[in-house]
């Protein structure tokens, strides 16, 4: 009895119509990095468990895929890249500083699968690892607006904050550190869903703030950056912050990026370990798909393994809602088949003569498929069709008789006789 | 108290200085792939286990990783690409024939680790669904080719070999189809190890065979593929199989193959799927390495979730070996950084100009990294230097007030003063 073929819930096959274009975009999104000097780093998709519990919170902890293998090892499935990056620096200290990776793999959780959540998703991080000047956070910004400029996308901001800042803002308001800030913090970071006043009725009845506090919240997020230093006491770290927050705006300028980056206090981030500079990227015109891009300065994170403090910042970019937008902006071409020429076969005799120009047009660089049997005609056009590959050549014994070889584009239906040079020349990108 | 960082045993981290080379590897090996019209697929990798269950025989049912999940369903991470792809061929009936894939994917299996021994590791594999015309096998042949060719691997043999053959060879010696025959054949694979004298040990002691039976074996691996046919009864499937074999050669030579492949009657390869052409390939000079591109034909197999038959072929390279051996025949460069360029900064005042000339190199196709921060020369030349960043661009103040860079070529010590289209020219690839 066979077993009824199925795929998991929250897993997802990805053929070729999605999967090539997806691959297309990683990859150019993994050359951005490159052309930044970011190399790429590979890590298990499996670690002990201890190095991954206690790292995402409880609620984290309950989302591992995790098990005893056949050893008995208590194992989990990798949650997401940083904490096996964390890993990876505190058992490499010769990698040194500064050091820049980019890892593009998939982390699972078993959440609850919905619309655009999945149990096995892909991550895709650049981090720069031991460097403290703000040069590095300028940096994550200029890769992030080169990998969207690099997909076509024109049109986004890079908003910009600063923990030290939210801290600053918190002690003057007289709200604890921990817990009770971060609770602040999250609710905060939902002004952009529920607006002011759904975030002012939030403070008070989930954070029982006073009316003074909520006020001091409201009033700090209407700050002109200009202003920001002056608000805070002289020995506070929202000073810091706002000198932080102006050297990365003036970072950014000297990249050509003044037009790209925005302050926004509002952004919060969910995540406790940030310790600096937070970011967000929003794509004009598709605010509602949230941040396509996010990130921050996490000076402490890396010591969760001991050893010296190492200095870290990073962005992360959401690959699948990249993907899911571009495809709404009409920037993904639909493609189920690299091949941009299809070489039919018309018979035994003629197919020496396929071979040949298939591999002249492989060798100047055309992606080239050979019809791999000798069907009716029909049948191969229907092939390139369906398969959306551009272009057919035949060779029928006239064609190959004369040293020629016919050309249809299947999108204006023109024909074409031509040999196999000018074929060439005729096909040849760039 | 802070966790050890470690590692499972069997799992590997690739750190910058392998992975990067070995990305490059897989990058031209998918562009290989793609210019002959293959298409990447990616399959989750948990699946259910009974998807996975009774494909591998029980030796390989017990190396699954499999575990209950949170919802307390049995799953398993994938153990090949080959059962997923049937799941995914079962599942998606609409993708047509031919339906040419690639994928390049971890799989995992709970091996005792050894040396190139690894319980997670890469497949590679290329197939072609859905085509029974022997075309198919022959390209499967020209592909494994090419991307030996991209990898400039030069001197290697595609060793082919038909199962129909081997059948033959069974009936006629009157040794029972399945097990019987399948021990036979794993026997006889171990030639290139054990040599004549030990199979013929093997044969006798292992698999009971008689001395008639274990001569008439070594008849057939002696013979010349010209003869083939005719050892064979005009009934047997050893006259399909010669026949199927000449056809693939003269398929292989119409492709500018001819002097690539040799017939092997002596393989046999373990698995039992196999039923017509089988493939291994050995680089010259370098055959204790074991196969580096193995495949075959099996058209059964995609029949495991029940349908119609579907004929099917393909090629798996061993993409661990295959680099192994790039790096053992000097084919790898060490690279730790993908920047071709270092642009050090001076100080904040030059650091506009250090930007600007980065971001000239980066839009001419140069990987430039900029120093993150400006501590002084030395440190940042020692990071080129440690990073094997072959040039490194100056902008002091001098060269700045000049409109000009000053470029080291860290190899040769060489110093030259020149504008920045100047050193973009000088630095452009191609």
Same sequence: chains 1, 2.
């Avoid at 071979?355 to 009716?376: F, N, Q």
């Avoid at 020629?404 to 239906?413: H, N, P």
Wanted: proline share 6%.
């Amino acid at each position: 009895m066979s077993i009824k073929p199925r795929i998991l819930k929250g897993f997802n096959d990805y053929l070729p119509d999605v999967m090539l274009p997806k691959q297309r975009m990683l990859d150019a999104v993994a050359r951005t990095f490159e052309s930044f000097g970011f190399a790429p780093l590979q890590t298990p998709a499996l670690e002990y468990a201890d190095v991954l519990l206690g790292k995402y919170g409880d609620e984290g902890d309950k989302l591992l895929y995790r098990f005893l293998d056949n050893g008995e090892r208590d194992v989990a499935l990798r949650y997401d890249l940083t904490v096996p990056l964390a890993r990876v620096v505190a058992m490499n200290r010769q990698l040194g500083a500064p050091f820049k990776r980019y890892q593009i793999a998939p982390v699972w959780r078993a959440e609850k699968p919905g619309p655009g959540r999945f149990r096995e998703f892909l991550q895709c991080d650049v981090d720069i690892i031991g460097v403290a000047d703000l040069m590095a956070d300028a940096e994550c910004l200029a890769v992030g607006a080169a990998v969207l400029g690099a997909l076509g996308v024109d049109d986004f901001v890079l908003r910009v904050n600063n923990r030290k800042l939210l801290t600053g803002l918190m002690l003057r308001l007289g709200i604890a550190d921990g817990e009770p800030t971060l609770a602040v913090l999250r609710t905060v970071d939902k002004l952009p869903k529920i607006g002011e006043d759904g975030v002012r009725a939030a403070l008070a009845k989930e954070n029982g703030l006073g009316a003074a506090a909520i006020d001091g919240i409201f009033e700090f997020l209407a700050l002109d950056p200009a202003g920001l230093a002056e608000w805070f006491d002289a020995d506070s770290p929202g000073r810091v912050g706002a000198a932080e927050l102006q050297t990365l705006l003036d970072l950014a300028a000297e990249q050509g990026l003044a037009d790209r980056v925005e302050v926004d206090l509002s952004i919060a981030r969910g995540l406790d370990y940030y310790t600096g500079t937070i970011y967000e990227t929003f794509v004009r015109g598709m605010e509602s798909m949230g941040s396509v891009m996010s990130g921050g300065r996490y000076d402490t994170l890396l010591t969760m393994f001991g050893g010296p403090p190492v200095p870290a910042v990073g962005i992360s970019l959401g690959v699948d809602r990249l993907f899911a937008l571009l495809q709404k902006q009409g920037l993904v071409e639909p493609e189920a088949n690299p091949a941009r020429v299809l070489v039919t076969v018309f018979s035994t005799e003629t197919r020496p003569a396929s071979y040949r120009t298939a591999a002249a047009l492989r060798a100047a660089g055309v992606p080239t498929e050979v019809y791999p049997g000798s069907p009716r005609m029909k049948k191969q056009f229907k092939h390139a069709d369906r398969q959306r590959i551009p272009f057919v050549v035949t060779v029928g014994p006239d064609e190959a008789a004369r040293g020629e070889v016919k050309l249809k584009d299947l999108a204006t239906g023109e024909q074409t006789a031509l040999t196999v040079d000018a074929l060439v020349a005729r096909l040849t990108p760039g």
